[in-house]
């Protein structure tokens, strides 16, 4: 039996790109696992797809997939889907960018892309900080957290990033963990098929830098059991007071609904 016949998935990575880029227990390599089985289970095939990745760890995804991608300035991957998809409004985009790179310097087109509605699609890998360049602090580090750049730990509130998404008119927001593949997957596919802006938050785990600094351990297995323990679902949160769910992440579904997208005309279609 051959390779693929065993593994189909492996028929959109690139071998040569192989073995990746990523650190030893880090979550990006589930999340690029997460989305093969996505476009599998969708028969879409990335050939015929765009995808766009900035800077940062997340940014590597798309270099393992056999697909036409940009793959450049930090920050800027909403600003050049916006480009794609006046020019080619019905070829699938989908960016792949870390907290860092949405969040922080690409904040401002976060919140333009989805006013408009662009019709997109965002994987944001949380691991909740700049961790490609070293550990520093990030908008979605978490209160009193210390990173490189925060020893005594972060004095600065976080951003809810599918709050502040849904906030801005993203018309499709979901968060799920490393933890939860069948999750994430199905919400992949959600975003896949939606029509409008949609952006699937992947909270993961970082051993090499947050973990090490604000968890003071390098095992991934440690850093996802503190993911499980400050997170939440709908069905979990019935069952805790409000002191519980002080400071966690509430993973599910943010948003769906159908609104006009913009196509850079004069008028919303």
Known sequence: MSE?????????????????????????????????????ELDMDPRYMIHIAGVGCTARVPVYIKTDMFHGVHGRTLAWATGVKMMQPDTPVVIFAGDGDIASIGGNH??????????????????MNFAMTGGQVAPTTPEK???????????????????????????????????????????????????????????????????????????????????????????????????ELEGKLRCGQYICVEKPIYEGTNELM
């Open 4 to 40: 693929l016949k065993i593994n189909p998935r492996r028929k959109y990575l690139r071998p040569e790109k192989l073995p990746h880029f990523f650190c030893s227990g880090c979550g990006c390599g589930q999340a690029l696992n997460y989305y093969m089985q996505a476009l599998e």
């Open 110 to 127: 976060l919140i333009h892309a989805a006013r408009r509605n662009l019709d997109v699609t965002v994987v944001m890998v949380n691991n």
């Open 145 to 243: 957290a210390r990173t490189m750049t925060t020893p005594y730990g972060s004095a600065e509130p976080r951003f809810d990033v599918c709050a502040l998404a849904q906030a801005a008119g993203a018309t499709h927001v979901e968060r799920w963990t490393t933890a939860q593949p069948a999750q994430c997957k199905k919400a992949m596919e959600r975003a896949l098929q939606h029509k409008g802006f949609s952006l699937i938050e992947i909270v993961s785990q970082c051993p090499t830098h947050f973990g090490r600094y604000a968890l003071k351990t390098g095992d991934p297995n440690a850093v996802i059991a503190w993911i499980k323990e400050h997170t939440y679902t709908d069905a979990q949160a019935k069952k805790m007071s409000p002191e």
